[in-house]
């Protein structure tokens, strides 16, 4: 599962399971174009990049869920490498809220505005270009929340619903240069892990086959596969990682 002399870029590329993709897409020989909200991250981790791998790294603050920020993003990338192979539109989040009710229309806003819209505007630049030229392979991390969604994550198990849409749409719209696929995540031991109470991890680990929430270095298997020749006929796909969730 070559990546040599590929560019990926992939967003929320600074800590988590971006960190993990990032490093294992540089070992395999691509370079990398790492985007999230704090440069400083970036631009640690494009260091470790170069210093580990040998690989070009390119920082860039970016919030995905501004429109113009997406495009300047995708500016940026083809300015610097002419070429983006692979997208991972990664970056995610979800906010927590005492009832449906309670939710606002900014915080409805901010968690559609980066799990669903920026995915949509990245991916609608980026796929255009490769079907345009030597084609490419989008990969989009969405949650089982999408599938199975819990009383408070609904907004953001809507837009990762959205996003599996969008998975499927993208596939069609820009096949037969253009695979995209979704990795379906369930819970994993990244920085957020760290905020979970006891009773939560318990639930979570109760609910899936393998007894334990993932390690962040696990997703980097099925991330290669949608990103390289490995997967050549596959598009349109939903991977469920989830330790056999339940």
């Known amino acids: 599962m070559s990546l ?3 560019v990926v870029l992939v967003t929320g590329g600074s800590r988590g399971l971006g960190r993990e993709m990032v490093l294992a897409f540089a ?3 691509a370079d990398v174009v790492i985007a999230g909200r704090k440069l400083d991250g970036c631009v640690a981790l494009a260091d470790e990049v170069k210093n580990a791998h040998g690989r070009r790294a390119l920082p860039i603050a970016c919030n995905v869920s501004e429109w113009d920020q997406c495009d300047a993003l995708v500016e940026a990338a083809y300015a610097e490498f002419g070429r983006v192979d692979v997208l991972v539109n990664n970056a995610g989040m979800s906010l927590l809220y005492p009832s449906l009710d309670q939710v606002t229309e900014a915080m409805f806003d901010k968690v559609v505005g980066v799990n669903l819209k920026g995915p949509f505007r990245l991916s609608a ?6 079907a345009a030229g030597a084609g490419g392979s989008i990969v989009n991390i969405s949650s089982i929340e999408a599938a199975r969604p819990e009383p408070l994550a609904v907004p953001y198990a809507a837009a990762k619903a959205g996003l599996n849409a969008l998975t499927a749409g993208l596939a069609q719209t820009y096949g037969p240069k253009v695979r995209v696929n979704t990795i379906q ?3 994993f031991e990244t920085d957020i892990a760290k905020a979970w109470p006891d009773e939560l991890r318990a639930a979570l680990t109760d609910h899936n086959a393998m007894g334990r929430v993932g ?3 696990e997703i980097v298997g099925a991330a290669l596969y949608f990103a390289t020749e490995a997967s050549s006929f596959c598009t349109g796909a939903t991977l469920a990682l989830d330790g056999g969730w339940r």
Not at 125 to 130: E, G, I
């Open 4 to 6: 040599t002399d590929k």
């Open 27 to 29: 070992a395999a020989g």
């Open 125 to 130: 630049l980026v796929a255009t270009r490769m």
């Open 185 to 187: 995540c369930g819970p």
């Open 215 to 217: 390690r962040p270095d």
